[in-house]
T-cell receptor, first 116, second 117 residues
Framework: AQTVTQSQPEMSVQEAETVTLSCTYD???????LFWYKQPPSRQMILVIR??????QNATENRFSVNFQKAAKSFSLKISDSQLGDAAMYFC?????????????FGKGTRLSVIA | GAVVSQHPSRVICKSGTSVKIECRSL??????MFWYRQFPKQSLMLMAT?????????EQGVEKDKFLINHASLTLSTLTVTSAHPEDSSFYIC?????????????FGQGTRLTVV
């Protein structure tokens, strides 16, 4: 079974600075999807960024980018120019590519605080 | 993006009563929906996979008679917490994946905070 590990329960960053959240995963599959979800205090899950494992290029969405290291099974999230609104729980998630019926496998999350 | 609506957002019920939570896909048909439970400051724990027109698949340790799931249409799945007790108090979230959606991401409902008193 696949597992996702987020080793940083809490992180903090100064406003306008850059922070990196780490995520590692374990799988025997060669093709899969990886996601970062944000859960603000409202608790609505919001997709931040996604990566297809077969793509070597790291995904980027505005201030959010990932460092995808397939061989190392690492999928870190970099937030640049951090804003107060970035404060939230961040979950790394994995999904097999084979079927639409498979759920996401989540890490335990990292709580990010942004200091003004 | 696709929209998933979950209702109610908050519910308080008395111990021993049953509570129904609805999860609707508003602009797409979802043959599969997922139900999660989230304890404070913890991750999402998958409870069950809801398949339209068939029985739900429950994760190990989740009581199927306690958490009844019905997915009677392509746009609606319901989770009924039967004979609720205070330990059932939690945050429940549903998600669905839009068939053919190019990004294969999951779309989440707003969640339901259940408090059993």
């Amino acid at each position: 079974a696949q597992t996702v590990t987020q080793s940083q329960p809490e992180m903090s960053v100064q406003e306008a600075e850059t922070v990196t959240l780490s995520c590692t995963y374990d799988t025997s599959e060669s093709d899969y999807y990886l996601f970062w979800y944000k859960q603000p205090p409202s608790r609505q899950m919001i997709l931040v960024i996604r990566q297809e494992a077969y793509k070597q290029q790291n995904a980027t969405e505005n201030r959010f980018s990932v460092n995808f290291q397939k061989a190392a099974k690492s999928f870190s999230l970099k937030i640049s120019d951090s804003q107060l609104g970035d404060a939230a729980m961040y979950f790394c998630a994995y999904r097999t590519i084979n079927s639409g019926n498979t759920p996401l496998v989540f890490g335990k999350g990292t709580r990010l605080s942004v200091i003004a | 993006g696709a929209v998933v609506s979950q209702h109610p957002s908050r519910v308080i019920c008395k111990s021993g009563t049953s509570v129904k939570i609805e999860c609707r896909s508003l602009d797409f048909q979802a043959t599969t929906m997922f139900w999660y439970r989230q304890f404070p400051k913890q991750s999402l724990m998958l409870m069950a996979t809801s398949n339209e027109g068939s029985k739900a698949t429950y994760e190990q340790g989740v009581e199927k008679d306690k958490f009844l799931i019905n997915h009677a249409s392509l746009t609606l799945s319901t989770l009924t917490v039967t004979s609720a007790h205070p330990e059932d108090s939690s945050f429940y979230i549903c998600s669905a994946r839009a068939p053919g959606h190019p990004n294969t991401e999951a779309f989440f409902g707003q969640g339901t905070r259940l408090t059993v008193v």
